[in-house]
């Protein structure tokens, strides 16, 4: 094998496109997923590239320093595609501290882990961390955040990610650890977990559920498809410059309800329903605590060094999701009734 690359958090939503991706186009890598598989990790996301030569799951947790140091011994990785996180800002709201043990601890632990590996021989050895855009705060009507503005967290999720942001770049500026920055907006596409707005809402229209959007659903939100994320990291991994931060976004901003208008009309077409019927499932409900009201990112210096760009339009990315998960109904119930929580012991355990 030619590298040997950690990749954390590869049974998550982002994840498993990262690892399908690394391990399909290059077979002479071999790809360590490690991911703790919590609510939010699904092994059935990776099923197609499981038994691939080039792949290896771990089931392990990023906060246990002595098992990423064992971990780091096993297989003396070449790079790090660091994605592992508590990711949903509700249950951020309602729990902090997970988000603080794994965000923050786990990601010093690869730090630390990567930096006594490596030593002072620095050549081909990357650290990439996959931040968000919720690092940079709330924009008025106005603005884009770009890579130099300031950082305003508001939420313990994105205070948490700020911090580990942080903390990547002290390890770069003190140590010259090499390591690489992304900060994304807001992803959708197949495999993500239903508790985030796409996909929550597209179960609900689809079992006659309300659907519910929070305050008036003027808040504004930048939409990547996933796999368009993948392609990002995949380009940053290889030709980013060491120490420097890539935006990434959609340059494509809804309004959570013009969004959910889109939704319901989608839905309506593919499910053979008269035109408006998922739209009266629509219910305003009480506010997030701290809401942030826009997010949107200036892409330009991934466009212009990188030459990256989004791929699709979001009618054509949001159609092809939602068929994604109505052709994928045994997902969605595996998720729904949490039976995707024992595949792992199926898979891994008793063969
Ligand atoms: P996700 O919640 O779907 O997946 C997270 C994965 O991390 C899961 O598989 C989970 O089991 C694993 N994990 C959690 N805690 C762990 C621990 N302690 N040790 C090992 N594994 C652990 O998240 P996602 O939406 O795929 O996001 C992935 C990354 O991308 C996160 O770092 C997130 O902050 C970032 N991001 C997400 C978005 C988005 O729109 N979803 C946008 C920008 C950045
Ligand atoms: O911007 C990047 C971030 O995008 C990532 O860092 C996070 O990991 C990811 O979860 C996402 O955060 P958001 O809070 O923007 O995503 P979420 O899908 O939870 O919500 C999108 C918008 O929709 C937000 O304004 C809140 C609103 N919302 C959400 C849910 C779940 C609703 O109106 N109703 C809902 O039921």
Known sequence: MKKTILITGGAGFIGSHVVRLFVQKYPDYLIVNLDKLTYAGNLLNITDIEDSPNYVFEKGDIVDEAYIECLFEKYRFDGIIHLAA?????????????????????????LNAARKQWKEDFENKLLYFISTDEVYGSLGNEGFFTESTAYSPRSPYSASKASADHLVRAFYHTYKLPVVLSNCSNNYGSYQFPEKLIPLAIHN????????????????????????HAKAIDLIFHKGIT??????????????????????????????????TSESLITFVKDRAGHDMRYAIDASKIKTELNWEPSLQFEQGLNLTVEWYLNNEPWLDNVTSGAYQSYYEQQYIKR
């Open 243 to 276: 120490g420097e931060t890539y935006n990434i976004g959609g340059n494509n901003e809804w309004k959570n309800i013009d969004l959910i208008m889109l939704l319901c009309k989608l839905m309506d077409k593919h499910l053979n329903r008269k035109d408006g």
């Open 86 to 110: 508590e990711s949903h800002v509700d249950r951020s709201i309602s729990n902090p501290n997970e988000f603080i043990f794994t965000n923050i601890i786990g990601t010093v632990n690869l």
């Open 205 to 228: 229209i689809k079992n006659m559920k309300a659907v519910p959007v929070y305050g008036k659903g003027e808040n504004i939100r930048d939409w990547l498809y996933v796999v368009d």
